[in-house]
């Protein structure tokens, strides 16, 4: 797995989904949001993390019995238990949340390991405990019947597609309130390194347009005067 410096997932942590898919948008990446996956709570932490894949198929009735879970590899416990401190455990649920990816107690098991967060183009069950966990969680909607009623987990940490998002393991998850967003590893440093300028640069812009100020030679900054004052806003905020 690619692994992601301490320096790019700080500053990750400070930039937006939106600003991170505009310098995506850049390069020709288009579709790297996750769709129709929502945060289980409101205020809990903005992820990062790289991705670590669990591959769910339609279940066959005769493989996906109760007893399955007896099974010390069965992928879905080993993904719970393999994935790596930092990481976010990515789950590709083929945009069906008619049954459970997983619930509370795995969920819990994750956070108390170390890993990052949890994501599911499906459905967690139990989600209003997973929403009190202050642990960072998306999925499509709650559902309460078992994984095993429809998917079966076949793999783990391969390339998988999550919300129509291609994730690859070791791709850099960010997830804010808007979503989540999947940053191809190797442009990992120079998408962090960008985003956090625009946001500077976005953050001045917001303060200008709140004092009455026309977004027109400001936003984009196509007036020499916009990059004049900018320059000295940061200054003045040390950014």
Known sequence: MT?????????????????????????????????????????????????FTLRYMPAREDLNKIEVFRDRAHPQRKAVEDCPVGAVLVMDSRKDARAASAGAILVTRLMKRGVAG?????????????????????????????????????????????????????????GDSDGVIVIPAHLTDEIANEAVEMTAFEDFVTEQVHKGKSILGLYPATDEQTSVDFAAWRKEKGR
């Open 118 to 174: 949890v994501i599911t183009d499906g459905g967690f069950r139990d989600s209003a405990e997973i929403a009190s966990l202050g642990f960072p969680a998306y999925h499509h909607r709650p559902s309460a019947p078992t994984n095993l009623t429809l998917h079966q987990a076949i793999e783990i940490n391969v390339p998988i597609g999550c919300g129509d998002a291609p994730v690859f393991p070791g791709d850099v998850i960010l």
């Open 3 to 51: 692994k992601l410096s301490d320096a790019a997932r700080d500053k990750l942590k400070t930039v937006s989904t939106a600003t991170v898919a505009t310098a995506l948008f850049k390069r020709g990446f288009r579709v790297q949001m996750i769709q129709d996956v929502h945060p289980l709570s409101a205020d809990q932490p903005v992820l990062v993390g790289e991705a």
